[in-house]
């Protein structure tokens, strides 16, 4: 079965997101603006489906990241301030 991990960039900043593949997809970097969420599409695991999702600024001096379930949505408001739902 396939599902999802929704990131939304909630910060006034530009944000590079990357989502692990351990349930299949691609595990680049991908630029999101303010304002503006993406999919990714993950299969439902055997294990549960669990992906790494990292979260890095445009010059890469600062980084953080989850650790969530496949269906699952991120509000990324800051380094400080990642809401997962």
Do not use: C, Q
Not at 12 to 19: E, L, N, R
Request: proline share 1%; glycine share 16%.
């Amino acid at each position: 079965m396939t599902g999802f991990i929704r990131v939304a960039n909630n910060s006034s900043g530009v944000i590079h997101v990357f989502v692990s593949k351990y349930n299949g997809g691609d595990d680049g970097w991908f630029k999101l603006d303010p304002g503006e969420s993406d999919n990714w599409s993950r299969k439902e695991g055997a294990g549960g489906g669990w992906e790494v999702v990292g979260f890095r600024n445009t010059d890469d001096t600062n980084r953080s990241g989850r650790y969530v379930r496949v269906n699952t949505s991120i509000i990324f408001r800051g380094f400080d301030d990642i809401e997962v739902i």
